[in-house]
DNA sequence: CTGAAAGCGCTAACAT
DNA sequence: ATGTTAGCGCTTTCAG
């Protein structure tokens, strides 16, 4: 077990040339020789060289790595994101590293600082639900590194965004639920300073309004958007005077904790309750009733994020140009939503 | 924006004191004086130093980050996994390079080369499904990158694995199916040269063997174990002279795709055909009639491997030995295979 | 076509 | 307690 890797110098030294040479013919300068080239090449693999990313990238600057921080990785939506960052970065040789937060301030801070010391080219982020300052991010840009958000992102200062229509999707799949007949619909929101949910919150507004239903303040129930947040404000709700014939979350997962806990109170869906979620997670296709969602295009939302990302990066100039690139979801009806008019 | 990062020189020249004593001051060097070390440290946050990881890693040889090679990143197992890694990789100050190789040969083989240009200091891997060949992790071994392998992982080369006793989790799964009435039992296997599918097929056979079942070799059914090969595995079952009465898969995705299948074709779950899958991935609760199925403690797996790989590191002597950590899987029991006997 | 030399930013002997 | 010096491995002018 040799520990001591091959170096370049020790190429050269072998076959009585320089490092330079040795660089050059590595990277098929056309500057070599063919023979030279051939020489260099074949006792390389002998030697099992590696090239050393970090001497390489120290030398040149950057380091060919691509910092992608989302809160949670085993989320479709965001596991399809960053497969389409993969895919994108790998045909550029690049390194992705993923960096999961948990929704953890300190962690995405922590997440930043460390990106930037490891000389990440480049950062794609989509932030943290207790993110309200973006200052990390900031730093990071003021250091020329460019960051780029989706999905998750902040409006506070001007930066290259990529998100989805959120306002659309929640205004289209309240209006479908009203088409099908329900008409006291309740929300499951998140907190208003993301624009995710922000916007959800008012396209599920602007959707009864323009079908003539009054918005009623009380039907709208901030939670944690997880499956326990669903169960405990169905709870809720299911408590009212008037409760609600359907619900629409923002989020799949405190839509499941609906459906679970109407199933328990042996609530019929859709006949007695419709429920409809937010980003099509690969489990709304499996529960028993199957739940309507929206869905996001993850993987091509990553796609264009990593492309975004290499464009600014092959641009001669530094500033570049803040802007959003809006998505369209799309409602993916299923049972949970389906039968109240049948 | 000024592109330029500030360095420890920049540090030094504006404290009028050299690059070193900046640098011992950063890292809360004893041997330097207080008073130094906080106008260091306070100009540091001022200019807002960050340091250079690239430049420090070549420095020391090493680059404080862990390479993370898993088939998928979307299973809940393997997001468990590197969940269970982050954490105690994060308390080290270590970073992890997450790489997916969608079960790609020539990704996983890249990666590992991409691992050793980027000098990770170890590699935690799983291997793919196609993955007959390990040269290429040898060869990062042979380098002094300790290499760990979980859950999927080859006998041939003597290296450190952590996996589960899939062979005793195949036994009480199919042992418990057997508990519960049913008798025609076929599998749903993977290829045999990995370890996992090799030692699932021979836990479910001996299962068989001990309770007096002779095992039939037309009921192991190999496919790709995904929800589509689920269904044509069972569609196949079906048309055999004697359809089993219940299926063991060796994974959920497969299982899933044979509850779809045979609710389709109405056959009922669990009283005409009982299923067992296994991972226990979160969508087995979830699918109606909710999976029995097999957990693998994916986060404590992470944990763990992350803990070997540290304590592999700071061994003064290079010679690791090899040796494989088992970890006792759990039958978690639901519908799917409940209710033949009541 | 190849070589010599300098330097990316940081750290660790070895001084003092 | 601080400074001097050298070098990690690679690339890139600049010279031949």
Redesign the interface.
């Given at each position: 077990?040799?520990?001591r890797?091959t170096t370049i110098k020790d190429l050269a030294v072998e076959l009585n040339t320089t490092p330079s040479t040795v660089s050059r013919a590595l990277r098929q300068d056309p500057a070599i020789s063919k023979e030279m080239r051939e020489r260099v090449q074949s006792l390389a693999k002998l030697m099992?060289y590696?090239?050393?990313?970090?001497?390489s990238?120290?030398r040149n600057g950057k380091?060919k790595t691509i910092g992608v921080i989302v809160p949670h990785?085993?989320r479709?939506f965001f596991?399809?994101v960053?497969?389409g960052i993969?895919d994108v970065s790998?045909d550029k040789k690049y390194?992705?590293?993923?960096?999961?937060t948990?929704d953890d301030y300190a962690?995405e801070v922590?997440y930043v600082?460390?990106l930037?010391?490891?000389?990440a080219d480049g950062i794609l982020a989509s932030i943290g639900l207790r993110t309200k300052n973006i200052e990390h991010f900031n730093?990071a840009?003021?250091?020329?590194i460019p960051v780029i958000f989706f999905d998750r992102v902040s409006k506070k200062s001007p930066s290259i965004n990529i998100v989805n229509d959120d306002f659309k999707g929640a205004y289209i799949a309240v209006s479908h639920l009203i088409e099908m007949g329900y008409r006291r619909i309740a929300h499951f929101a998140g907190p208003d300073y993301l624009n995710v949910y922000r916007d959800r919150k008012n396209g599920y507004i602007k959707a009864l309004e323009d079908h003539g239903i009054t918005p009623d303040p009380e039907l709208v129930v901030y939670n944690d958007l997880k499956v326990s947040g669903g169960r405990s404000s169905t709870q809720m709700l299911l408590k009212m005077a008037t409760p609600p014939d359907a619900i629409f979350s923002a989020s799949d997962y405190s839509a499941?904790g609906a459906l679970l806990h109407l199933k328990e109170q042996g609530i019929k869906i859709p006949k007695e309750m419709g429920i409809v979620g937010y980003s099509n997670e690969?489990?709304t296709e499996?529960?028993?009733p199957s739940l309507t969602s929206i869905d996001q295009h993850g993987y091509e939302m990553g796609q264009y994020s990593a492309k975004l990302f290499f464009e600014e990066m092959d641009k001669k100039n530094?500033?570049f140009l803040p802007r959003t690139i809006t998505l369209t979801p799309k409602l993916i009806i299923r049972e949970s939503s389906s039968l109240k008019n049948t």
């Open positions: 077990m040799n520990k890797r099992n590696r090239v050393n990313r970090i001497a990238n120290l380091s990785i085993n479709d596991s399809n960053i497969s993969e790998y390194n992705v590293i993923i960096c999961q948990h962690k922590q600082k460390t930037v010391s490891s000389n730093s840009m003021k250091l020329g499941l690969k489990f499996l529960t028993a530094n500033d």
